[in-house]
């Protein structure tokens, strides 16, 4: 089964309007992280936001913010008021176990958002 | 602001030939990543390293991969025959105590 998905290939969004990137992800594990990365045509990947699964409330950076639900095992990005930049391909990516295991991340196969001026 | 470097931007080299990868981690980021992205597919963990030694490998990373830390600053990884199904954007991923895990920019490896 797979630990990430992120069901929307592509999305297109109004310029300045808001956009939900959906993911979901499968972890018995009670501790673990959930990521989101950006990567832009260029193909470097840019770190967005984290969500620790028992951090009480949702994480906010900037425009980014993750609606972290914990019961249906999801933890969708929104970006408010999108701008041209943030047209790119999206990936959410989860940690598994304690902060002081390796930590290595495993990815869903992303969501490429195109925001239209 | 530090950030994670590769070196090359972009590595050519013919099937059977061995190739290292360089990365230069944050300085003082003490767990270190190798990923790889075939082209159009989605990111996967290859190795993480720590303390001087592999913590953790995937089923990817076989016999013909190696990593070494050969000095306090540089990160690579070899692959000592190259495949076709070798080439992908390859990334190098560091991180401190904290838990993000800061990307390097990517080599992208081209088996010919």
């Known amino acids: 089964a797979q630990k990430i998905t992120q069901t929307q290939p592509g999305m297109f969004v109004q310029e300045k309007e808001a956009v939900t990137l959906d993911c979901t992800y499968d972890?018995?594990?009670?501790?673990?992280?959930l990521f989101w990365y950006k990567q832009p045509s260029s193909g470097e990947m840019i770190f967005l936001i984290y969500?620790?699964?028992?951090?009480?409330q949702n994480a906010t950076e900037g425009r980014y913010s993750l609606n972290f639900q914990k019961a249906r095992k999801s933890a969708n990005l929104v970006i408010s008021a999108s701008q041209l930049g943030d047209s790119a391909m999206y990936f959410c990516?989860?940690?598994?176990?304690?902060?002081?295991?390796?930590?290595?991340?495993?990815f869903g196969k992303g969501t490429k958002l195109s925001v239209k001026p | 602001e530090p950030e994670v470097t590769q070196t090359p931007s972009h590595q050519v080299t013919q099937m059977g030939q061995e190739v290292i990868l360089h990365c230069v981690p944050i300085?003082?980021?003490?767990?270190f990543y190798w990923y790889r992205q075939i082209l159009g597919q989605k990111v996967e963990f290859l190795v993480s390293?720590?303390?001087?030694?592999?913590?953790?490998k995937s089923e990817i990373f076989d016999d013909q991969f190696s990593v070494e830390r050969p000095d306090g600053s540089n990160f690579t990884l070899k692959i000592r025959s190259t495949k076709l199904e070798d080439s992908a954007m390859y990334f190098c991923?560091?991180?401190?105590?904290?838990?993000?895990?800061?990307f390097g920019p990517g080599t992208r490896l081209t088996v010919t």
């Open positions: 991923a560091s991180r401190q105590a904290g838990f993000e895990q800061y």
């Open positions: 972890t018995s594990d009670p501790s673990y992280g």
């Open positions: 969500q620790g699964s028992y951090d009480q």
């Open positions: 990516a989860m940690r598994e176990g304690q902060l002081r295991s390796q930590g290595n991340l495993i």
């Open positions: 300085s003082n980021h003490l767990y």
């Open positions: 390293f720590y303390n001087n030694e592999i913590s953790e």
